[in-house]
């Protein structure tokens, strides 16, 4: 994992800014009313680095341009972060990285800073 990139996505996670969301990237039930996975804070602070544009009025994970899957990160995200280890070569978007990333957040961490920590040690 490039770990510029790391210390962006950790400092996030830990930052109390994104609220924990699972089982997508992003969602949003009202104005105001966020949820994000770790995958989805990646995304968001891509975005913000200018790697990918985002879609301020979606609801869902298309705010995000991943096209053929939007659960999963777009290819620039993947290689903005280095989390680029594919299960399927014929399949660029299912990658070992943001599953495990996406189990921890969705099955095992009940907060960020576990999630964080996940990272900091497997990556």
Request: hydrophobic content about 35%; some cysteine.
């Amino acid at each position: 994992m490039n770990p510029y990139v790391k210390k962006i996505w950790l400092d996030a996670l830990r930052s109390g800014t994104y609220t924990k969301g699972e089982g997508r990237l992003y969602y949003r039930t009202e104005p105001g009313n966020e949820c994000f996975c770790a995958l989805g804070v990646l995304a968001e602070e891509a975005a913000k680095a200018g790697v990918i544009q985002v879609e301020p009025a979606a609801t869902g994970n298309d705010r995000y341009p991943a096209p053929g899957n939007q659960s999963y990160l777009s290819v620039e995200v993947l290689a903005w972060a280095g989390l680029d280890t594919p299960v399927d070569p014929g399949d660029e978007y299912n990658n070992w990285d943001q599953i495990r990333v996406a189990r921890e957040n969705d099955s095992h961490a009940g907060t960020f800073e576990e999630v964080a920590e996940f990272i900091e040690a497997k990556f």
